[in-house]
C-alpha cells in the first residue's frame, strides 16, 4: 500500500489522540471528590437501612423538614438498588427468552402478563415473606419497599433487552460465530452494546414511573399496623395523613429537586455515553450531549481505571471460557428437539396447573369463587374512569403537543419540563386536588379521573411533541406551499404524523392510569377520606384490611383488564400505525 | 449432460484466451502460496469440499430449494469466485462452507472432515463489514483473538501488524464510524486476516463501496496475494460483478438461478496479475462469462423470441425486480444504438453492476421486447415501437406485451374469471408459493403489481390487498 497515504494518516490519529488530553487541569479534583462524597453518602445512608425491628411497635416517621434531605437520600438509595436490580434482571431474563426458544415461549408471555398486573399487587402480596427473610431487622421492610420499585422498572426493562437481542443484525450473529466468539463475549461485546440504547432509555423512563410509587412502597402495612420507612414518599404520606399543607410543600420542593438533580447527574451523562452504541454508519449530528459526561470524560483517572479495569476484564474473560463458544450444532437431532419441547412443555403445563388448582382451592376455601365478580363489576366502573381520562387528554393534549413539537424553539423549553411533570409522582398532589374537591363539591367519582390524569396524561404530551418534532420539514413546506390548512391540515396531515408516537404515549399512559387507580381512587387529607367505586379502590380497601383472597382477586382482575384492553385496542391500533402511518417509510 | 457440456465449451474458450495470453506472459501463473504456518498442504490440495449440496427453505406444502446439488472444492494456492446474479444462493453456498448454516441434504468437508459447526479453517469479510461500532479498530481487530484466548500483548501485536499490512496503521484508536467504507472494509479484511484463516470467504466485499475506492481496495489486495503476503492459503469471492470475478479469481464458478441455485458453468482465469480490463484476453474471459449469464450460447439472433403460451409459465418465468421506468430507459438506449448493445459494454458505460442491468434485460426479455444474442442484446419489433411510442401508446404496446408475462396473464385472466372483478393477494401467493419462497413471491407480485398498473390492466388496493380489474378491462 502506499506509504505517503499510511504516514500522513497516521499523524492525524496522533494529533486527535493529544488534543483529548489537554486543559481542565482542575477536573481531575472535581470529579475525584465528587466519587468520593457519593461513596461517603452510601455507606453512611446504608447504615440506617438495617436496624432492629419488630412489627407490634409500629415505625413512625419524624415530619420534621431538617429530616428531609436524609429521607431523599434513603429513598434514592432505594431507587438506586432497584434500578440496579433491574437491570441485571433485565438482561439476565431478555438474554434467556432470546437464546432459548423454549424458555422465550413461557418467559415473553408471562412478561406480557407481570407488565399488567398492578405494582402495589406485588408489595401487598410479597412483604411478609420479605420480612421473615430479615427476621427483627428493618432490611425486610426495605427489601420489600426496593421489590416493590423494581416491579416497577424491571418488566419494560427487560423487554427491551429482548427485543434488542432479537433484532440482532443477522451479520453481527454471523461474526459471533465465524470468529468463535465465547458465550462471554458474545454477551458483552455483542449483544448487551447492542441493547444498550433501548436499555438506558427505558431505565429512564421506569425510574421516572417508579417515583410514583415511593409512598406506596415506603409506608408499608404488615399484620394491620402500618410500618414506615425513611423517605420522601413515607414523609408525604405522614404529611398528608397530618393534613399539614405546609410540609407537604417541602415534600414536593424536595421531590422536585432530586428529579432534575438525577436527570442532570446521572440519566443526562449516560444517554450520552450510550451514544457510542449507535450501530450507524455516520456520526451523528444531533448526538445527546451533558456537561456532567465532558467533565468526567476530561479528568484523566478514570483512564487510569480503565486500564485496571481491563486486565480484570480479560480474567473474568478468561474464567468465564468455562461457558463455551457460540456455535450453533449444524445437524440438530429433530427427534431429540421434539422429545425436548415435549417435555419441558408437559413440566410447564403440569406446573401451571397446579399452581392454579391450589390457588383456586384457597380461595374456594377462604371466601368462594364468587370473591371474582365484584371486583368484575368494579372494574368496568374504573374502565370507564381510564377511558373517559385517554379521551379528554387526547383531545386537550395532542393539539398543544403538536403546537409545542412544531417549532423547535418551544420543544427545546417544553420537553424537560414536560419530562420532569411525567416522573413527578402526582400523588403528592392529591391533597391540594382533593381540598379543591371538597370546596367545589365535585366527588370523588369523578374527581378520580382527574387525580388518574394527574400522572397519566402526560405521556400523550411527551409522546405527541416528540411525534411533531419528527415531521419532516419539506412535507410542512409542501401542506403550506398546497394551501393545506383547518380541519383538513390535521386531518390529512398533522394527525396521521404524530399517530404512530401517539399511540406509544396512549399505551403507556393507560396502563399508569390503571396503576394510579389503586392510589386515586381512595384519597385521604387530613381527617376526610374520599372513596369512590372502582376496582382501584376495591384493591387498595383490601390491602389495607389484609385481606389476602380480596387482593389476589382485584389484581387478578385488574390484569386481565389491562391485558384485554391491550390486546383489543392498544395493539390494533399499533399495527395500523406501523402499517399505515409511520413516515420512516 | 447439456450442462456439463456447457460447462465443457465455456472451459475450452477460456482456455483459448489463456493460450493467447501465455504468449507474452512472463512469470508463472502468480498465484503459488509461498509462505504459510501450516506446511502440511501442498499446492492443488483441497481444503474445502462440497458434496451433493442441497439447501432449501420450508415452504407451505413442501421445501423450497435455493441451492440444488453443488458439488465444489476449493484447493489450495486458489482464488475462486462464485458469480452469480441475485438469487442464485451464492451467499447461501459462502455461509455453507462457513459453517454458518446448516444444509439440509450433502455435506461441506474441511480436510476431508464433515463440518458440525462453524468451520474452523475460515474467516469471513462482509458485504456490510460487520464492525461492531461501539469497539476501537484495534479492538475490532483483535476480536477473533480474543475468541481464541490469545493473551493481550501478542493479540495487541498481531492486530496492529495486521492493520499495517492493510495500510491503517495509526488508526488503532479510531472508532469504525470515523472511518470512510473503503477504510471499514480493510478494517474487516484485517480482523479476518489476523486469525490466519486457510481459506478467506468474501462476500460481496466491494459492493458497499463506491467504484473507485472498490477498485482501489481490490488492487492492493492483490499485491498482497500476489506477494504471497496473504496469511491464507485459498480464498473464496462471492460476487455478481463479472469483471471483479475477472480481476482477482483464478477460476470463476457461475451459480445459476432456474428454478434454483446450481453451477451452470466454470471458468478457469489463468492470467496473470495485475489484471487489466481492456487486454483483449480480459475481455474475451468477461464476454464468455457475460453470454453464459444472459443464457445465450449460441450465435442464433431469435427476431422475436416471444415463447408460444403455455411454454413459459409462473414456474420457470419468475418476474424480475424490473421496474417500468428502468426498462424503458434501457430500451430507448437501445433504440438511440441502432437497436443493439453489448451487453457487458453497456453496463461499463453506464456503470451499472449487473444486478442492476439484468433484471431490465430479463423483464424486456420477458415481455418480448429484446432479445440477448450472443453478446449483444437486441431489440425487437414490438421493442421498438415501445421505446419511440409517446406515453399512451407505450402503454398500449407495454400491456399488450405484459401480456406475454406469466404472471400478469394469470392475474388478468383469473381476475376476469372472478364475478366480483377483484381477488385477494394472497389468492396469488398462494399459487406462487408452490415454486417460489414466500420472498420472492411478494417481489414477484410487487412487480406484477407495478407492471400491471403501469399497463392499466388492473389495479391493486394495499389496504384490503387486492387486485381489481382496471375500469377499462371490467
Do not use: C
Not at chain 1, 134 to 148: C, D, K
Not at chain 1, 228 to 254: E, N, Q, R
Not at chain 2, 69 to 83: C, F, N, S, T
Amino acid at each position: 500500500m502506499t506509504n505517503s497515504v499510511r504516514s500522513a494518516r497516521a499523524r492525524s490519529g496522533a494529533a486527535a489522540l493529544s488534543t483529548r488530553r489537554a486543559g481542565f487541569p482542575w477536573v481531575d479534583l472535581v470529579v475525584g471528590a465528587a466519587v468520593l462524597v457519593v461513596l461517603y453518602l452510601i455507606v453512611r445512608v446504608g447504615a440506617g437501612t438495617d436496624v432492629s425491628f419488630d412489627p407490634a411497635h409500629p415505625l413512625t416517621v419524624d415530619t420534621d423538614p431538617a429530616n428531609l434531605p436524609y429521607d431523599a437520600a434513603r429513598s434514592l438509595l432505594r431507587m438506586a438498588v432497584a434500578l440496579a436490580a433491574s437491570t441485571v434482571f433485565a438482561i439476565a431474563y431478555g438474554y434467556a427468552a432470546a437464546r432459548s426458544r423454549r424458555l422465550e415461549r413461557v418467559l415473553i408471555p408471562a412478561l406480557d402478563i407481570l407488565q399488567s398486573v398492578p405494582v402495589l399487587g406485588f408489595l401487598s402480596i410479597t412483604v411478609t415473606g420479605f420480612i421473615a427473610l430479615f427476621p427483627g431487622s428493618t432490611l425486610g421492610l426495605e427489601a420489600a419497599a426496593v421489590f416493590a420499585i423494581f416491579t416497577a422498572m424491571a418488566w419494560n426493562m427487560a423487554f427491551a433487552f429482548y427485543q434488542a437481542s432479537r433484532a440482532l443484525p443477522g451479520e453481527l450473529d454471523e461474526l459471533s460465530r465465524d470468529l468463535r466468539f465465547t458465550r462471554w463475549m458474545r454477551l458483552w461485546r455483542i449483544e448487551a452494546p447492542n441493547a444498550a440504547i433501548p436499555l438506558v432509555w427505558n431505565g429512564m423512563m421506569s425510574m421516572g414511573g417508579a417515583w410514583f410509587f415511593l409512598t406506596a412502597s415506603e409506608a408499608i402495612s404488615v399484620v394491620g399496623e402500618d410500618q414506615a420507612l425513611p423517605g420522601v414518599g413515607s414523609y408525604a404520606g405522614a404529611a398528608v395523613h397530618d393534613g399539614d399543607l405546609g410540609k407537604i410543600g417541602w415534600a414536593i420542593l424536595t421531590m422536585v429537586v432530586m428529579i432534575v438533580a438525577v436527570n442532570f447527574l446521572f440519566w443526562r451523562p449516560l444517554t450520552a455515553w450510550a451514544e457510542r452504541f449507535k450501530n450507524e454508519q455516520a456520526e451523528a449530528a444531533d448526538a445527546q450531549r451533558s456537561f456532567v459526561l465532558d467533565l468526567v470524560r476530561a479528568a484523566h483517572w478514570p483512564r487510569y481505571l480503565g486500564r485496571a479495569g481491563r486486565a480484570l476484564t480479560e480474567r473474568i474473560g478468561r474464567a468465564a471460557r468455562v461457558f463455551g463458544v457460540d456455535d450453533r450444532q449444524l445437524a440438530p437431532q429433530a427427534a431429540r428437539r421434539r422429545a425436548g419441547d415435549l417435555v419441558f412443555g408437559f413440566a410447564v403445563a403440569a406446573a401451571l396447573t397446579v399452581g392454579l388448582v391450589s390457588l383456586l382451592g384457597y380461595l374456594h376455601d377462604r371466601t368462594g369463587l364468587g370473591v371474582f365478580g365484584e371486583p368484575l363489576w368494579l372494574g368496568l366502573v374504573t374502565l370507564t374512569r381510564v377511558v373517559a381520562l385517554i379521551v379528554v387528554a387526547t383531545l386537550l393534549w395532542v393539539p398543544v403537543g403538536v403546537w409545542i413539537g412544531l417549532s423547535p424553539r418551544r420543544a427545546r423549553i417544553a420537553q424537560p419540563v414536560v419530562q420532569v411533570l411525567a416522573s413527578f409522582p402526582a400523588n403528592f398532589l392529591f391533597p391540594v386536588a382533593l381540598w379543591v374537591f371538597v370546596r367545589t363539591g365535585v366527588g370523588i367519582d369523578v374527581g378520580g379521573i382527574a387525580l388518574m390524569a394527574l400522572g397519566a396524561q402526560w405521556y400523550i404530551l411527551f409522546n405527541t411533541i416528540a411525534g411533531a418534532m419528527a415531521v419532516p420539514t419539506d412535507l410542512r413546506e409542501a401542506m403550506d406551499d398546497l394551501g393545506v390548512r383547518g380541519w383538513q391540515r390535521w386531518r390529512r396531515f398533522l394527525i396521521p404524523a404524530v399517530f404512530p408516537h401517539y399511540v406509544t404515549g396512549g399505551i403507556t399512559a393507560s396502563g399508569g392510569a390503571w396503576n394510579a387507580s389503586i392510589v386515586a381512587e381512595v384519597v385521604t387529607f387530613g381527617g376526610t377520606t374520599l372513596t369512590a367505586t372502582g376496582l382501584g379502590a376495591y384493591i387498595a380497601e383490601a390491602t389495607g384490611n389484609d385481606d389476602f383472597p380480596r387482593v389476589l382477586a382485584g389484581v387478578a382482575v385488574m390484569s386481565v383488564y389491562v391485558v384485554l384492553l391491550n390486546r383489543l385496542v392498544w395493539r390494533r391500533l399499533y399495527r395500523l400505525a406501523t402499517r399505515r402511518y409511520a413516515l420512516a417509510a | 449432460m447439456a450442462l456439463r457440456l456447457l460447462a465443457h465449451t465455456t472451459r475450452v474458450r477460456a482456455a483459448e484466451a489463456a493460450a493467447r495470453e501465455s504468449a507474452r506472459r512472463s512469470d508463472g501463473t502468480g498465484t503459488d502460496r509461498r509462505s504459510h504456518p501450516r506446511s502440511d498442504v501442498r499446492p492443488g490440495d483441497v481444503l474445502l469440499s462440497t458434496r451433493d449440496l442441497v439447501k432449501s427453505y420450508a415452504g407451505p406444502d413442501r421445501d423450497l430449494p435455493v441451492l440444488g446439488g453443488v458439488d465444489l472444492d476449493i484447493r489450495d494456492g486458489e482464488i475462486v469466485a462464485l458469480l452469480g446474479r441475485s438469487g442464485s444462493g451464492k451467499s447461501t453456498l459462502l455461509r455453507l462452507l462457513a459453517g454458518l448454516i446448516a444444509p439440509t441434504s450433502g455435506e461441506v468437508a474441511y480436510r476431508g472432515t464433515p463440518l458440525t459447526g462453524a468451520n474452523p479453517g475460515t474467516a469471513m469479510v462482509f458485504q456490510s463489514f460487520a464492525l461492531l461500532p461501539w469497539l476501537t479498530v484495534q479492538q475490532n481487530v483483535e476480536a477473533g483473538l480474543e475468541a481464541r484466548g490469545v493473551p493481550r500483548r501478542e493479540r495487541a501485536a498481531a492486530a496492529l501488524a495486521a492493520l499495517d499490512r492493510v495500510g491503517l496503521d495509526g488508526f488503532e484508536s479510531a472508532y469504525p464510524k470515523e472511518l470512510s467504507g473503503g477504510m471499514r472494509q480493510r478494517v474487516g479484511f484485517a480482523r479476518a486476516l489476523v486469525v490466519r484463516p486457510e481459506v478467506l470467504l468474501m462476500d460481496e466485499p466491494f459492493s458497499a463501496l463506491d467504484v473507485l475506492t472498490g477498485q482501489n481496495l481490490r488492487r492492493d489486495l492483490m499485491e498482497l496475494w500476489a506477494d504471497g503476503e496473504f496469511p491464507t492459503r485459498a480464498a473464496v469471492l462471492v460476487t455478481h460483478n463479472i469483471e471483479e470475478a475477472v480481476t482477482m479469481a483464478d477460476r470463476i464458478v457461475v451459480l445459476g438461478s432456474r428454478p434454483y441455485g446450481h453451477i451452470t458453468a466454470e471458468f478457469a482465469v489463468p492470467l496473470s496479475h495485475p489484471r487489466r480490463r481492456g487486454t483483449a484476453d480480459f475481455d474475451a474471459v468477461v464476454d464468455a462469462v457475460y453470454r453464459t449469464m444472459t443464457g445465450a450460447p449460441t450465435a442464433v439472433a431469435p427476431v422475436r423470441p416471444a415463447p408460444a403460451p403455455g411454454l413459459r409459465t409462473i414456474a420457470n418465468a419468475p418476474l424480475p425486480a424490473a421496474s417500468v421506468d428502468g426498462m424503458a430507459g434501457l430500451a430507448d438506449l437501445l433504440r438511440r444504438e441502432n437497436g443493439a448493445a453489448d451487453l457487458a459494454d453497456l453496463a461499463e458505460r453506464l456503470g451499472l453492476e449487473n444486478d442492476d442491468l439484468l433484471p431490465l434485460v430479463d423483464g424486456l426479455d420477458l415481455l418480448g421486447f429484446a432479445a440477448v444474442d450472443g453478446d449483444d442484446l437486441r431489440l425487437t419489433l414490438a421493442g421498438a415501437e415501445f421505446a419511440a411510442a409517446d406515453v399512451r401508446t407505450a402503454k398500449e404496446v407495454f400491456a399488450a406485451g405484459a401480456f406475454n408475462v406469466p404472471l400478469v396473464r394469470l392475474i388478468v385472466t383469473s381476475l376476469r374469471h372472478s364475478p366480483e372483478g377483484t381477488l385477494r393477494a394472497g389468492f396469488f401467493r398462494d399459487l406462487l408459493a408452490h415454486h417460489w419462497t414466500g420472498e420472492q413471491a411478494t417481489r414477484q407480485l410487487r412487480t406484477a403489481t407495478d407492471w400491471g398498473r403501469y399497463a392499466e390492466l388492473y389495479e391493486y388496493d394495499a389496504d384490503p390487498q387486492e387486485f381489481r380489474l382496471a375500469p377499462a378491462e371490467a
